[in-house]
């Protein structure tokens, strides 16, 4: 085999890791749930109004991209999952940290206040 | 430490600086971009091209390496997260692009490292590697950077 498939040889294994290592999820923190309780609400608030009222609209009361969360009834868990995961054009982890956690809790507070 | 802790403390270290792990992502990406258009100018006036910029050199070799191995450094938190974090996900046609694209850049990328190292390769080897990395890292930020900008936000 000549040195010219040498590149081909070593960009086709370093695909192979990659993609190993995106399959197999080595660091992702579902292993490790968040806790439902561990959020400030009104902090929350304020990472929302940053950075999910682009799609949710104000307090979640829709009219982006987004659903309408103000009185969807969620629960933490649900809303932790999919901050996480993402939904459909939601990308996963677009909070993370105790952002999450304030945001899940905010979320919540709208969601179960009625709308 | 336990697995699961290696995501929540890259998590804290990145934002330290920026509000979340995503938009660290979306403005490392958008400057390692930006230093590969520093790459692909600085290439086109090493093979000659570009004309009306300074005399090709030491100075434009110089410049061309090191923008090279900072655009690597930056897309290493990248992948890191994207990778390792996210994984290889297909919801929805952009996310599948960006995933697919982000699984072979580092495969490309190696690739074009090997041909730099190897002489006795063809002369058009090597701005052809260039090229398709530099396209796919422009491909990797349009359905990523510009999406967030466009459809989040533009911010810290």
Same mark, same amino acid.
Request: hydrophobic letters at 50%.
């Given at each position: ?10 960009? /086709? ?15 992702? *923190? %579902?292993? /490790? ?19 999910? %009222?682009?799609?949710?609209?104000? /307090?979640?009361? @829709? @009219? ?6 103000? @009185? ?7 809303? /932790? ?9 939601? *990308? ?20 179960? %206040?009625?709308g | 430490m336990p697995i699961g802790d290696v995501a929540g403390r890259y ?6 600086? !920026?509000? #979340? ?5 979306? =403005? ?19 093979? $000659?091209?570009? +004309? ?33 974090? &996210?994984?290889? +996900?297909?919801?929805?046609? +952009? ?6 694209? $982000?699984?072979?850049?580092? $495969? ?15 002369? =058009?080897?090597?701005?052809?590697? $260039? ?6 890292? &422009?491909?990797?930020? &349009?359905?990523? #950077?510009? =999406?967030? !900008? ?5 911010? !810290?």
């Amino acid at each position: 085999m000549g040195r010219g498939w040498r590149p081909i040889l070593v960009g /086709a294994l370093v695909v192979a890791i990659t993609f190993a290592l995106a399959e197999t999820h080595v660091f992702s *923190p %579902s292993a /490790a749930p968040l806790p439902a309780t561990a959020g400030d609400a009104a902090r929350g608030a304020t990472v929302f109004a940053g950075t999910c %009222s682009g799609c949710h609209g104000t /307090a979640g009361k @829709g @009219g982006g991209v987004g659903p309408r969360l103000a @009185g969807a009834g969620l629960d933490a868990a649900t809303v /932790a999952a999919t901050v996480e995961q993402g939904r459909g054009v939601m *990308p996963a982890g677009l909070v993370s940290g105790q952002d999450e956690a304030d945001v899940v809790a905010y979320v919540v507070s709208v969601s179960n %206040s009625g709308g | 430490m336990p697995i699961g802790d290696v995501a929540g403390r890259y998590s804290d270290l990145v934002t330290t600086v !920026f509000s #979340s792990t995503i938009v660290a992502k979306v =403005w490392l990406a958008t400057a390692a971009l930006v230093l590969v258009a520093v790459q692909l100018v600085t290439a086109a006036r090493i093979y $000659g091209r570009l +004309r009306f910029l300074p005399e090709r050199g030491a100075v434009v070799a110089r410049v061309h390496r090191w923008s090279g191995r900072a655009a690597f450094v930056l897309t290493l938190p990248v992948f890191f997260h994207c990778v390792t974090i &996210l994984g290889f +996900r297909t919801p929805d046609a +952009r996310v599948a692009v960006h995933a697919t694209v $982000g699984t072979f850049f580092y $495969g490309v990328f190696a690739a074009k490292v090997v041909i730099v190292r190897d002489r006795s390769l063809p002369g =058009w080897a090597l701005p052809t590697a $260039g090229i398709t990395l530099a396209t796919m890292l &422009l491909l990797l930020w &349009l359905t990523s #950077s510009l =999406w967030y !900008f466009t459809n989040v936000r533009v911010g !810290f």
